[in-house]
């Protein structure tokens, strides 16, 4: 049977997801978390809450799947896929940066000519390397690059710095920031009945 409840994608987890739940809850909108189930429908309003993997949200907004979402930047325009930025958001800041080892011999973004790189930003950096004019290899991984130094898997990283305490923690210093980031409101073209109702909320 088809579900016309609106829709909202946030983050099921980490860093985005209890300040988006926040937002959301500043606006009047309560949630009811639901056992282990990704859906939370909203008390006083025909709304439901979708709890999804970050990397997975700008495909479920694109498709239609569901009307809005919040998510950080640097994962949108990684996913280089189409969607409404309607609203800028005061929370999750952070930058996607490329680090090295404290003792490493690259001094400079130049000196990443020929080196290895890993990251799960592949696109990114991609972009950020052709720009510059430099040429890596690019180490797709899908977690915790910050070892791959340690391990003799990559000669830096690119990833996202919040604190850099996970950096300092596997003595890893930035490098050069490739991105600022911070939480994005986001929507799709797709027409519903009382989307643009919930969209002048979520505006306010």
């Known amino acids: 049977m088809k579900n016309d409840r609106l829709k909202i994608a946030i983050q099921k987890k980490g860093r985005l997801s209890e300040a988006s739940l926040a937002f959301l809850n500043s606006l009047g909108l309560k949630f009811t978390p639901n056992g282990h189930s990704l859906i939370q429908k909203c008390e006083n309003k025909d ?33 280089k896929m189409e969607a409404e930025v309607i609203r800028e958001l005061d929370f999750a800041k952070c930058r996607l ?17 020929g080196e290895r790189i890993a990251t799960t930003y592949p696109n990114l950096l991609k972009d950020y390397l052709i720009k510059n004019n430099i040429n890596s290899a690019i180490i797709p991984i899908s977690g915790s690059v910050e070892i791959t130094p340690e391990l003799n898997l990559a000669d830096a990283i690119c990833d996202v710095v919040q604190t850099g305490n996970t950096l300092k923690a596997h003595n890893l210093k930035p490098l050069v920031t490739i991105l600022e980031s911070k939480a994005l409101l986001i929507t799709n073209n797709v027409v519903k009945k009382g989307k643009q109702e919930l969209k002048e909320l979520l505006l306010k």
């Open 47 to 79: 709304i439901d809450l979708i709890l999804l993997r970050d990397d997975d949200i700008p495909e479920y907004v694109s498709r239609g799947v569901t009307d809005f979402a919040i998510i950080g930047q640097n994962v949108l325009l990684e996913k």
């Open 97 to 113: 940066a490329i680090a090295i080892p404290e003792d490493s011999l690259i001094k400079t973004f130049r000196d990443l000519e």
